[in-house]
């Protein structure tokens, strides 16, 4: 990498329109094995105003590139498998998902920011709060598939997270 792997290094990745908030160089590193950073999505490190692309960045492994399925007319019917739930979420990061947060009956929109190897984070902009949860609070996961079409199994479902409520939303009076 170009900074210290420990440290303050803090990265954020530009891909497709979106830009993320800022990592840490584990953190790029982590979402580089999984897939979530392709090799021509551009890196910009804090401090510096220029972006790169990822593939030059010293020290980042992705994966190798998987084949391109072929379309039968039973596979459309399926959808993927996912083998943890990081990788499904990972699936959606940026994207909105409901997830109940605050009460056990009560369903908060919010973008999911960051898939790490214990916990999860999500952005709660009408709370103006992010939330970092472990996997294990995780009661159950939904993908609901939505009535517009898209190309990809993100653009087709949208996720609902049931989690355990946590008592930390319960102190600001909402």
């Known amino acids: 990498m170009t900074q210290a792997t420990e440290g303050t290094a803090r990265y954020r990745i530009r891909h497709e329109g979106q830009t993320s908030p800022w990592m840490t160089a584990e953190q790029l590193k982590q979402a580089t094995l999984l897939g979530q950073v392709p090799p021509e999505a551009m890196v910009q490190p804090s401090g510096r105003s220029e972006w790169i692309q990822a593939s030059t960045i010293k020290g980042l492994e992705f ?15 399926h959808h993927p498998r996912f083998k943890t739930m990081r990788e499904l979420l990972a699936n959606f990061l940026h994207l909105p998902v409901s997830i109940n947060l605050r009460q056990a009956d009560h369903f908060d929109e919010a973008e999911l920011l960051l898939c790490c190897e214990d916990h999860f984070e999500v952005n709660l902009p009408r709370l103006k709060t992010r ?25 087709t479902h949208k996720v609902r997270i049931e989690v355990e409520a946590c008592q930390a939303f319960t102190a600001t009076g909402d």
Do not use: H, M, W
Request: charged share 30%; hydrophobic share 25%.
């Open 63 to 77: 994966p190798p590139p998987s084949e391109p399925k072929k379309e039968t007319p039973e596979s459309g019917d």
């Open 131 to 155: 939330a970092f949860v472990p996997y294990a609070r995780i009661r159950a996961i939904a993908s609901i598939e939505l009535e517009e079409g898209g190309n990809q199994y993100r653009d």
